[in-house]
């Protein structure tokens, strides 16, 4: 929202420092540096210091901007605040995709897609607030002459032009930023909340308690994802930019056909991704990108070489824009479930993004100004189509090959296997080695105790007349090898040498 109603107030804020419209361009350039600049601090930042805080003091200093922006009377100020909002967008953008993921890990694809469906949301409510907010176009109260030269202001007001722009100035133009303004400030105030009711240190044991993974071609990845999405976002601004233009020039359409035409694109674009909120709960993020980057193949092709036909040119803008829609959330749900993606990764996703809005359009702009009878929108829809469907396997096969840790791993445990099947063949062989020894032990003490048996009998029978003394000992030794001759030879000594053997096995 706050970034999409300037485009409604831009009138007012050209009037508001006493300038022509032509004359503040350099505000989108001031807001697309800080939004870079942003980016980057961000990705520097959410590595280093508490996200929570850092998404609150982000929306907390567009808040700000927002409140200032419009009692600004010097276009040097109006500049500062616009950098100030574009660097806190950065922030936001890659601190909301770090959180999603951290807070989720590989089962964040559908708060993906709910976090980036709730961009075009706030693109689609903001226009209409300032509409509500203004109360209708500032030309109405113009004069007549006024009308004609609204775009481009070249004369110096009249009264009734100074007293009308500051009705819309002084109450309703500042309505539809301070209630922006004020929603991002509840939303600072929760995540302060959320900062004070978690601590570092937890946040620093639940990042050491995460599963680090890293992919083999780690670095490789991120510069094909960085390239991936510079071609996504620079073909979806592009065409969503352009698409107007191109319907009143090369397809002869009427202004508000033309119009009809870019509503459709936006329109699917937004739709598609409150689908995919759904679609990505029984969907791998990987499936998603597939059939996105096919549909927007076969669209852009239809585009390219048949947009002569009203029919292919409607049916191929909607499904273009409906494979738009997905991709730069699925790209970022993807590449977490090979690799670790941290600030500074992240950082570098938005930033080509952010390239891609910036360098993409105006190339296609320049070129359409050199070569009035080519329609390079469409061919570059094509090319950037193409380009995402030969990064994607590329991606693909280098995130999948194994990196030399699961190597390790696989080869020790090929050696776990090998040693527990040698382990488990020497204690058979132990085993039975054992049982043979305690069965001649078995035979060896029967022999003895018959020996032993027999020796006793024989003395006895030799020495009648021992001592009372001397004849009690004998049936203490009776005792011990007393009963029938194999019981009494063999019980005790067999019964202690079984419990043995039932306590080795």
């Avoid at 027999?454 to 030794?477: C, F, M, W, Y």
Wanted: net charge negative; glycine share 10%.
């Amino acid at each position: 929202m706050s970034i999409a109603v300037l485009g409604p107030t831009f009138q007012n804020l050209a009037d508001n420092v006493n300038k022509n419209v032509s004359d503040i361009y350099y505000i989108f350039v001031g807001r697309s540096l800080g939004y870079l600049g942003g980016s980057v601090l961000g990705g520097v930042l959410f590595d280093c210091m508490n996200a929570h805080l850092l998404l609150a003091l982000s929306m907390f200093g567009t808040t700000i901007g927002l409140y200032g922006i419009p009692w600004c009377k010097k276009s040097l100020l109006l500049t500062v605040l616009m950098s100030v909002i574009g660097g806190s967008m950065g922030i936001l953008d890659t601190g909301g995709n770090i959180l999603a993921l951290n807070t989720w890990g590989t089962e964040a694809g559908p708060h993906m897609q709910a976090l980036h469906f709730s961009f075009a949301v706030g693109a689609f409510v903001a226009p209409i607030l300032a509409k509500m907010a203004l109360g209708g176009s500032v030309s109405e109260d113009l004069p007549v002459e006024e009308k004609t030269n609204q775009s481009v202001l070249k004369s110096v007001p009249t009264a009734s032009t100074t007293s009308a722009l500051k009705h819309h100035l002084g109450v309703d133009f500042l309505w539809s930023y301070v209630v922006i303004g004020t929603c991002l400030l509840f939303v600072s105030f929760f995540f302060f909340i959320l900062y004070s009711r978690s601590g570092s240190a937890r946040d620093k044991s639940k990042a050491a308690l995460q599963k680090h993974v890293t992919a083999k071609y780690h670095y490789a990845l991120i510069f094909l994802l960085f390239i991936f999405f510079f071609c996504y976002v620079g073909a979806e601004v592009t065409y969503g930019s352009y698409i107007f233009t191109y319907a009143k020039i090369f397809a002869e359409m009427k202004e508000n056909e033309a119009a009809a035409l870019n509503s459709v694109f936006w329109g699917a674009f937004a739709a598609c991704r409150g689908v995919a909120i759904c679609g990505a709960a029984c969907l791998y993020p990987g499936t998603l990108i597939v059939l996105s980057i096919i549909g927007s193949a076969v669209s852009s092709s239809c585009l390219a070489f048949f947009a002569k036909h009203p029919v292919s040119l409607w049916a191929g803008t909607a499904v273009y824009g409906a494979s738009m829609a997905t991709i730069f959330p699925s790209g970022i749900s993807w590449i977490e479930q090979y690799t670790t993606i941290e600030g500074k990764s992240a950082s570098l996703f938005v930033v080509g993004a952010a390239l891609g809005e910036m360098c993409i359009p105006a190339v296609v702009g320049y070129l359409q100004g050199k070569f009035h009878h080519v329609p390079v929108i469409m061919y570059t829809a094509l090319g950037t189509s193409a380009m995402t469907v030969i990064l994607f396997p590329v991606m693909y096969k280098l995130a999948n090959s194994p990196g030399e840790g699961d190597l390790k791993e696989m080869g020790e445990s090929e050696d776990r296997k090998a040693l527990l099947s040698n382990s488990g063949l020497n204690e058979d062989e132990e085993d039975e080695e054992d049982a043979g020894e305690w069965n001649e032990a078995d035979f060896e003490v029967i022999e003895m105790n018959d020996t032993l048996r027999n020796s006793v009998i024989e003395t006895s029978r030799k020495i009648p007349g021992d001592s009372p003394a001397k004849v009690s000992l004998q049936p203490h030794s009776g005792d011990v090898l007393g009963g029938s001759p194999v019981a009494a030879g063999s019980s005790p000594v067999i019964k202690n040498v079984n419990v043995d053997r039932e306590k080795n096995d």
